[in-house]
């Protein structure tokens, strides 16, 4: 399985940036897609996951209403749509993926990851 995320850049405050993930390989055993993000020094944290049928999403407290988790089963793709970017967003953004029936925010869930792409929000 590969993962590859794509679509950081930097952009201003309140600014707005569309990441995508695109799964590919032995992807069948993959039913939960998620992002997370790793700020310098600190350590990998939730920000969304999704479903494999897109029914079910869940997003850290810190970006609900902000951030919006879609994904396109056609195109073997997860996007995240980050709205109203703060300073605080800053970071590498990863796509993971998890074999499990239900949704979760634990990162030890996930068993493949993509490269990260960078988020860089400031003036």
Same mark, same amino acid.
């Given at each position: 399985? *590969?993962? *590859?995320?794509?679509?950081?850049?930097?952009? *201003?405050?309140?600014?707005?940036?569309?990441?995508?993930?695109? +799964? &590919?390989? &032995? @992807?069948?055993? @993959? $039913? %939960?897609?998620? #992002?997370?993000?790793?700020? /310098?020094?600190?350590?990998?944290?939730? !920000?969304?996951? @999704?479903?494999? &049928?897109?029914?079910? $999403?869940?997003?850290?407290?810190? %970006?609900?209403?902000?951030?919006?988790?879609?994904?396109?089963?056609?195109?073997? $793709?997860?996007?995240?749509?980050?709205?109203?970017?703060? /300073?605080?967003?800053?970071? %590498?953004?990863?796509? +993971?993926?998890?074999?499990? !029936?239900? @949704?979760?925010?634990?990162?030890?869930?996930?068993?493949? #990851?993509?490269?990260? $792409?960078? %988020?860089?929000?400031?003036?």
């Amino acid at each position: 399985v *590969q993962l *590859q995320a794509f679509g950081g850049g930097l952009v *201003q405050p309140g600014g707005s940036l569309r990441l995508s993930c695109a +799964a &590919s390989g &032995s @992807i069948r055993s @993959i $039913t %939960v897609m998620g #992002w997370f993000r790793q700020a /310098p020094g600190m350590q990998r944290e939730f !920000v969304a996951a @999704i479903s494999r &049928s897109g029914a079910s $999403t869940a997003y850290a407290d810190s %970006v609900k209403g902000r951030f919006t988790i879609s994904r396109d089963n056609a195109k073997n $793709t997860v996007y995240l749509q980050t709205n109203s970017l703060k /300073p605080e967003d800053t970071a %590498v953004y990863y796509c +993971a993926g998890a074999s499990r !029936v239900v @949704i979760t925010d634990d990162i030890r869930d996930y068993d493949y #990851w993509g490269q990260g $792409t960078l %988020v860089t929000v400031s003036s």
